[in-house]
């Protein structure tokens, strides 16, 4: 650190530490391969932009999971994970920079690097963690879990304990989805909250009600395509009859544990009521908070895609450095959805003028 008092540029950024982590195994980057200090800056920069995303994310997270999230502390959750969404629009375009390693090139050092791999991104496990990717849902790797994983290779590393400590912390912490759902949950549908007496039945009513709306908007639908002979009456009625099955199913929550049932139509009844009266003064930041979580998620599948393609690019369908199927497995991990209501609810949603009436509107106007 700087011993004089002055500020200067590469104290304060801690240049000349920075500037001499780049020498891989060998600790002297005069010592690498020719492409080698490409390939160990343009992972070192994702990093970096990783440990930015976690502490982002951790800040939006903290603000949603307040025990009540005052409406002028939503704006600070949005922005937040804006910059999250940024940093991942950017990641996404810095693939090209890894690109102009070829093929032949990387070859040149590879196999000194295995089995290092980027499924020891342990940063990159933080932020699925955080975010809330359930373990059950991860595609198999042929390694098993992945913290699993990471401990049997800490054993071997000097640094092994900390990288563990970090990936069991955050698996304490509350998740980005728990907090959404917590705040979901106390969202006023109708004008009425959990508390409320009779809330359930109201929360019910609306449902049915929007279900109502959908089916006769499916009707004209499903009669238009029958006209235009595009499909049969017989499989238009399969067809259209299995998807309000499926919509109703989803928003009664008949896939969860009864004990969950209540509370989970009332998150998702709340996206619902949130995204079909997006234009009301007080449901405007709740609606560009969950148009940041879809960015967010959208962002995530990006970067996977972009990532298996420019490996596909580099070492084709050969397995990777870590020992996975490589490209087949990137490309498994890109159906990964932590936010799976929200892009469910799309589904749904009718358009503005077929919506059930709005009941105490009242209470979504601008506060006094
Ligand atoms: C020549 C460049 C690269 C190649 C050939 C490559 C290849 C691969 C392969 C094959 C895997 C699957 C695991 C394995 O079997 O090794 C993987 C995983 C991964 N790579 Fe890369 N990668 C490259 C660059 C990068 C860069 C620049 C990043 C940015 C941090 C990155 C991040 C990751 C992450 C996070 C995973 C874990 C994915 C998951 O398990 O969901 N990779 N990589």
Redesign the pocket.
């Known amino acids: 650190m700087a011993e004089r008092d002055t500020p200067n540029y590469w104290d304060y950024l801690r240049l000349p530490d920075l500037l001499d982590l780049q020498g891989g195994l060998e600790g002297d980057d005069s010592q690498l391969q020719p492409d080698e200090l490409h390939?160990i800056i343009?992972?070192q920069?994702?990093?970096l932009w990783?440990k930015l995303m976690l502490r982002e994310l951790r800040l939006a997270r903290d603000h949603l999971a307040a025990p009540t999230v005052p409406e002028e502390h939503i704006p600070h959750v949005v922005h937040h994970l804006g910059r999250v969404n940024a940093i991942l629009r950017l990641?996404a375009a810095?693939?090209a920079v890894?690109e102009t390693?070829t093929p032949q090139e990387?070859l040149a050092f590879?196999n000194k690097l295995a089995?290092a791999?980027?499924?020891?991104?342990f940063?990159?496990?933080e932020i699925?963690i955080l975010m809330g990717l359930p373990e059950q849902e991860?595609?198999d790797?042929?390694f098993g879990d992945?913290l699993a994983f990471l401990r049997r290779m800490a054993r071997d590393s000097a640094t092994g304990e900390k990288v563990v400590a970090r990936v069991e912390k955050v698996l304490k912490e509350q998740t980005l989805r728990d907090a959404l759902h917590n705040w979901l949950y106390r969202t006023p549908i109708q004008g009425s909250v959990p508390e409320a007496p009779g809330d359930e039945e109201r929360v019910f009513s609306f449902v049915e009600e929007y279900l109502e709306q959908a089916r006769t908007g499916a009707a004209e639908q499903r009669s238009g395509l029958v006209k235009a002979g595009v499909l049969d009456a017989e499989q238009a009625e399969a067809r259209f009859a299995e998807g309000h099955q499926r919509s109703r199913d989803f928003l009664l929550a008949k896939d969860v544990d009864e004990s969950q049932r209540v509370r989970t139509r009332r998150i998702r009844s709340a996206l619902l009521f949130i995204e079909s009266y997006r234009e009301l003064p007080l449901l405007a930041w709740p609606r560009v908070l969950l148009d940041a979580i879809v960015e967010l998620e959208e962002g995530m599948v990006l970067f996977?895609h972009r990532?298996a393609r420019?490996?596909e690019r580099?070492?084709g369908r050969?397995?990777?450095?870590?020992?996975?199927?490589?490209?087949d497995?990137?490309d498994a991990?890109t159906k990964?959805r932590v936010f799976t209501e929200l892009w469910a609810v799309r589904t749904l949603l009718l358009p503005r003028s077929s919506v059930p009436a709005l009941d105490n509107s009242e209470d979504y106007g601008f506060a006094r």
Do not use: D, K, W
Not at 319 to 327: A, L, R
């Open positions: 390939f343009v992972h920069a994702f990093e990783f990641c810095q693939f890894m390693l990387f590879r089995p791999s980027g499924f020891q991104s940063q990159m496990r699925e991860r595609v790797s042929g992945p996977r990532h420019m490996v580099i070492i050969r397995v990777g450095t870590g020992g996975s199927s490589g490209v497995y990137l991990t990964y």
